[in-house]
């Protein structure tokens, strides 16, 4: 049962550049979020889905794209990097609302230079 | 919008001794409510989590979290720290349609 998986697990950018994480769960889920982890702030929302061709903002998303053609598969694009989108950013999903309980992936460390 | 507070950065406690990190939440209701726990280099593991009837939840790992309505409070506590409970501790918030997580604690554990 393999979950929520997040590719890469590591990242290095240059400013500027643009490049896509992907994020697949096998649970059938129908919601799927991103976020991002910096340092004394917790896990903030950037984008979310309720279902396949639903998105929604969350709480920072300049910078971020998303899109949602199946219910499994939901990638975070980042359109032009910027030193401040360095984070580590978590794909999660839940099988009912996003207020019920979340299955998260490993993570992706992303840094911008 | 619900929020979160943990008060506590970091803990350190000694392997055996109990443990007790603090959340409190704002939210006009009651909310459902979670603990988290994160080891380094890892994503996020569902310790226990609260939806209603008793307000003394169980979770894995030995420990358990205490809803205290009054005091807008969901504190997670173990009776006995082991070195492997070293790790970040997130509270979260679900109402709304929406989770909010707290900034976190972090749990060292001294031998």
């Known amino acids: 049962n393999a979950g929520v998986t997040q590719t890469p697990k590591f990242q290095v950018l240059k400013t500027g550049q643009s490049m896509t994480l992907q994020c697949a769960q096998d649970?059938?889920?129908?919601?799927m979020s991103w976020y991002r982890q910096d340092p004394g702030m917790g896990l903030r929302l950037i984008h979310y889905?309720?279902?396949?061709?639903?998105?929604d903002q969350g709480e920072v998303p300049n910078g971020y794209n998303v899109s949602r053609s199946t219910t499994e598969d939901f990638p975070l694009r980042l359109l032009s990097a910027a030193p401040s989108q360095t984070s580590v950013y978590f794909c999660?999903?839940?099988?009912?609302?996003?207020?019920?309980?979340?299955?998260f992936g490993q993570g992706t460390r992303l840094t911008v230079v | 919008a619900q929020s979160v507070t943990q008060p506590d950065i970091h803990i350190t406690v000694s392997e055996g001794a109990s443990l007790e990190l603090r959340c409190n939440y704002s939210?006009?209701?009651?909310?459902?409510l979670f603990w988290y726990v994160q080891s380094p280099g890892q994503g996020l593991q569902l310790l226990l989590k609260?939806?209603?009837?008793?307000?003394l939840v169980q979770g894995i790992k030995g420990f358990e979290a205490e809803f205290k309505r009054s005091q807008s409070s969901f504190n997670l506590r173990k009776p006995s720290v082991h070195w492997s409970d070293a790790a970040e501790y997130f509270c979260?918030?679900?109402?709304?349609?929406?989770?909010?997580f707290g900034a976190g604690t972090r749990l060292t554990v001294k031998p």
């Open positions: 889905s309720v279902g396949a061709g639903i998105t």
């Open positions: 999660a999903s839940s099988l009912r609302r996003r207020n019920t309980e979340a299955f």
């Open positions: 979260a918030v679900g109402a709304n349609n929406d989770m909010r």
């Open positions: 649970m059938n889920h129908e919601y």
């Open positions: 609260y939806f209603s009837g008793d307000t």
């Open positions: 939210y006009g209701a009651t909310p459902y």
